[in-house]
């Protein structure tokens, strides 16, 4: 088992920024492969960005290529999202994932174990 919790939320205005953090507390934390997903209220969980093991490998959804970044500082056991040009549309709980048996875990949430408890992001038009 893997605990999971993120934070950096909050509210900020159209067109600004917010990175969010997502630090472990396991064993070795780069043997998960790791991913963020948001959630809006009565909306399904979406895929947001995908990260391998070592860093090597990121892929993300289209709705925010260009605009989000993933990354992840294995010796802080950390993975982050970096979001700019925010939009209302982002508006969503975020939720740290990690895969346990997996190089890169995917875009679908049914392939992950491990979940963080969200961070609400907000943003104003």
């Known amino acids: 088992q893997v605990q999971l919790v993120e934070s950096g939320g909050g509210l900020v205005q159209a067109g600004g920024s917010l990175r969010l953090s997502c630090t472990a507390s396991g064993r070795a934390f780069s043997t998960y492969a790791m991913a963020w997903f948001r959630q809006a209220p009565g909306k399904e969980r979406d895929f947001v960005a995908a990260i391998s093991r070592s860093g090597g490998t990121s892929v993300c959804a289209d709705s925010v290529k260009g605009r989000f970044t993933i990354s992840r500082d294995n010796a802080k056991n950390t993975v982050y999202l970096q979001m700019n040009s925010l939009r209302p549309e982002d508006t969503a709980v975020y939720y740290c994932?990690?895969?346990?048996?997996?190089?890169?875990?995917?875009?679908?949430?049914?392939?992950?174990?491990?979940w963080g408890q969200g961070t609400q992001v907000t943003v104003s038009s």
């Open positions: 994932a990690a895969h346990g048996s997996a190089y890169y875990g995917g875009d679908d949430p049914l392939k992950y174990q491990y």
